[in-house]
C-alpha cells in the first residue's frame, strides 16, 4: 500500500506570493491534517480534515487555509507569505472516523517550504 | 491544556550502552501518548503508542516506553543504542480529531 505522498517535496517562493501544498493520503483513509515545523517553534498542528469538512484548527493566521476533497486528497494553502512561513510541511492521514475515536497516523515525508 | 514536554534537547550515549529519552505530559485529557522519529529530510515514523492496558509499551527498532501514572512520564528506552538510532525523537500526545500535541523534541546522537 503506498504512503502518504505530498507534493512538491521542495518549494521556494519570495515574500507576498501565495503557495499551495498538495497531500495524498493512504487509500481509504479519509482525515488529513496538517503540521509546521520550525526549529523555533517545533511541531504545531494546523488543521484537521475529515470528509470535506475542517474539523480541528490549530492557532495559524488566517492566512493559512486548507481543503479536502471528495477523493480525501487535500491542499493547504498559505497567503500573502512570510519570511517566518519558511518551515517543513508535514501532512498525516488516518482512519479516524466520525466518531473521534483514536487512530494511528501516518506521516508524508513534507514539502520543505523556504520564503525569500 | 494538554501538552508534552522532554527536558532534554540532547541526549549522548555510547553504541552498545541503554538509552533514555526522558518525556513528560500534563495530567489533563486522557493521555493518549506516542513516540516518533525523524531522520534528517524526512517525516515522522512512529515508534509506539499507549492508549491502555499493559504500562510497559513494545514498539519498532527495538524501542520500548514506560508509562508511569504517577510521575505522569512516557519514557523511551532501548537496551542497546545503534548508530543508526541517531536522529531527532519526537513525544506526542492526541488531542483530538485527528490532531498530536508535540514534544520540542530530544536529537540524540549515538556514538561509535
Known amino acids: 500500500k503506498a504512503g502518504v505522498t505530498q507534493t512538491p517535496r521542495y518549494l521556494i517562493k519570495t515574500r507576498g506570493q501565495q503557495v499551495t501544498l498538495s497531500c495524498s493520503p493512504i487509500s481509504g483513509h479519509r482525515s488529513v491534517s496538517w503540521y509546521q515545523q520550525t526549529p523555533g517553534q517545533g511541531l504545531q498542528f494546523l488543521f484537521e480534515?475529515?470528509?470535506?469538512?475542517?474539523?480541528n484548527k490549530g492557532n495559524f493566521p488566517g492566512r493559512f487555509s486548507g481543503r479536502q476533497f471528495s477523493n480525501s486528497r487535500s491542499e493547504m494553502n498559505v497567503s500573502t507569505l512570510e519570511l517566518g512561513d519558511s518551515a517543513l510541511y508535514l501532512c498525516?492521514?488516518?482512519?479516524?472516523?466520525?466518531?473521534?475515536?483514536?487512530?494511528?497516523?501516518?506521516f508524508g515525508p513534507g514539502t520543505r517550504l523556504t520564503v525569500l | 491544556a494538554q501538552s508534552v514536554a522532554q527536558p532534554e534537547d540532547q541526549v549522548n550515549v555510547a553504541e552498545g550502552n541503554p538509552l533514555t529519552v526522558k518525556c513528560t505530559y500534563s495530567?489533563?485529557?486522557?493521555?493518549?501518548l506516542f513516540w516518533y522519529v525523524q531522520y534528517p529530510n524526512r517525516g515522522l515514523q512512529f515508534l509506539l503508542k499507549y492508549i491502555t492496558g499493559d504500562n510497559l509499551v513494545k514498539g519498532s527498532y527495538g524501542f520500548e516506553a514506560e508509562f508511569n501514572k504517577s510521575q505522569t512520564s512516557f519514557h523511551l528506552k532501548k537496551p542497546s543504542a545503534l548508530v543508526s538510532d541517531s536522529a531527532l525523537y519526537f513525544c506526542a500526545r492526541w488531542g483530538g480529531y485527528n490532531k498530536l500535541i508535540f514534544g520540542a523534541g530530544t536529537r540524540l546522537a549515538v556514538h561509535p
Open positions: 498525516a492521514s488516518s482512519l479516524l472516523d466520525s466518531l473521534n475515536r483514536y487512530n494511528e497516523q501516518f
Open positions: 480534515y475529515f470528509s470535506e469538512t475542517q474539523r
Open positions: 495530567v489533563s485529557g486522557n493521555p493518549y
